[in-house]
């Protein structure tokens, strides 16, 4: 995919542009193809690093971090690291703990300049703390720097007095430095509550350009109270579409984001060195006409399946299906390409709120405030996932 001109790399762009005009001079350089070999070099001009404070932590995070979900190869999180990226964010149940072990095989030695999020699911407080001492094993690290409960889903779900103590206990330890938690739905109402709670210092929330006012101004409240907001889902279902011809969507999202000044940090999952290449670059860019009329244009194209994980259909539904899990587990088959992490997501809905209960129905009742076709995606489910 080629990257849209913008930032660092339209500085590069110019500084080779005007070296080969000294060679060939002008009239060579505008007839000669041979200009579009300087366009991949691009990708290894050093990124304008940008660093942002944590909330009250006061540590001090790049702009882009590093999402290690899918990453199998430790290589390509030390890519990133040398090309400047502080944070990796993993957590205990990737890839049935072997994530974490990735991520600890490319920072060993160089913990002290990394800063590590990892999350453990809410529970019993026993197995919460023996996943604490689990994913610190894995990582090879006596600390993390912050310890997130994965995936709430209600304001309730912050009151939980095990797992506030679970999260109290590594911190005052010196396990974690930090603690948070993650939410892919209802975004908005978990923000205000934590901010609210003053408990929690950091919120890893699912944000992009897709997603309505009432989520933005809910990061600006939580981010105005102290705690570091870090956005996950950056790049809208990473789909690619036909229809964008030689647009890449995927930097002008993470520059959406990232044009929001409440946002410390983002976490785009990365498998691939180009990858990385493309994203770091990103980093101190502005988001201009041409992201706009990027986004404006893969908005178009993945409007009508993409879940803004608001959770406001859950109540429409007759059978409770959690319909936002079920779209994310699509989005991870069709859009990350990524059958297998589609399929553990989707083994980890309750049976009795997965697609499997849409059987029940000769007609799907939800209406989508989107305008997202739930029928059409409870259906792709039930071929991927039945």
């Not at 060579?28 to 070099?41: D, G, Q, Y």
């Not at 072997?98 to 019993?124: F, L, Y």
């Not at 934590?194 to 350009?209: G, P, T």
């Not at 870090?230 to 990232?258: F, R």
Request: aromatic residues 6%; hydrophobic residues 40%.
């Amino acid at each position: 995919m080629k990257n849209p001109i913008g930032g660092s790399r339209r500085s590069f762009v110019k500084r080779a542009m005007a070296g080969t005009v000294g060679l060939l001079g002008t009239a060579a350089l505008v007839r000669s193809k041979k200009l579009l070999a300087f366009l991949p070099a691009a990708q290894e001009a050093t990124p304008a690093l940008e660093y942002r404070t944590l909330g009250r932590t006061g540590m001090k995070f790049t702009s882009l971090g590093f999402g290690a979900m899918r990453t199998t190869d430790p290589a390509v999180i030390r890519r990133a690291v040398d090309k400047g990226v502080n944070y990796v964010d993993t957590a205990r149940g990737y890839m049935g703990g072997r994530n974490e072990q990735i991520v600890g095989q490319a920072i060993g030695d160089i913990r002290k300049q990394i800063h590590i999020s990892t999350k453990i699911k809410t529970g019993r407080r026993a197995s919460m703390e023996n996943d604490v001492s689990a994913s610190l094993s894995a990582l090879g690290t006596d600390y993390v720097d912050i310890l997130l409960l994965h995936g709430l889903r209600s304001p309730a779900n912050l009151h939980n007095e095990d797992a506030m103590a679970v999260l109290e206990s590594a911190k005052k330890s010196g396990k974690a430095r930090a603690i948070g938690f993650s939410v892919h739905g209802n975004m908005a109402a978990l923000l205000r509550e934590a901010a609210e709670m003053q408990f929690y210092d950091m919120v890893l929330s699912a944000y992009n350009f897709t997603h309505d006012t009432d989520v933005t101004n809910a990061i600006g409240e939580a981010a105005r109270a102290g705690i570091g907001v870090v956005a996950m889902k950056t790049q809208a279902g990473g789909y690619t579409e036909k229809s964008m011809g030689n647009l890449n969507p995927h930097q002008a999202a993470l520059k959406w984001v990232l044009s929001n000044p409440h946002v410390t940090s983002t976490i785009p999952s990365m498998v691939s060195f180009r990858q990385v290449e493309e994203n770091v670059l990103v980093m101190g860019g502005n988001f201009g006409w041409l992201d706009r009329k990027t986004l404006h244009r893969y908005g178009e194209a993945v409007t009508d399946k993409l879940c803004r994980f608001c959770d406001t259909c859950l109540p429409q539904c007759p059978y409770g299906v959690s319909i936002s899990d079920v779209n994310r587990s699509v989005m991870y088959a069709d859009g990350y390409r990524d059958e297998a992490l589609a399929r553990e997501n989707y083994g980890e809905i309750d049976p009795a709120r997965n697609a499997s209960q849409c059987a029940n129905c000769d007609e799907c009742v939800i209406q989508c405030r989107y305008g997202i076709n739930v029928a059409a995606n409870v259906k792709r489910a039930t071929e991927l996932f039945a």
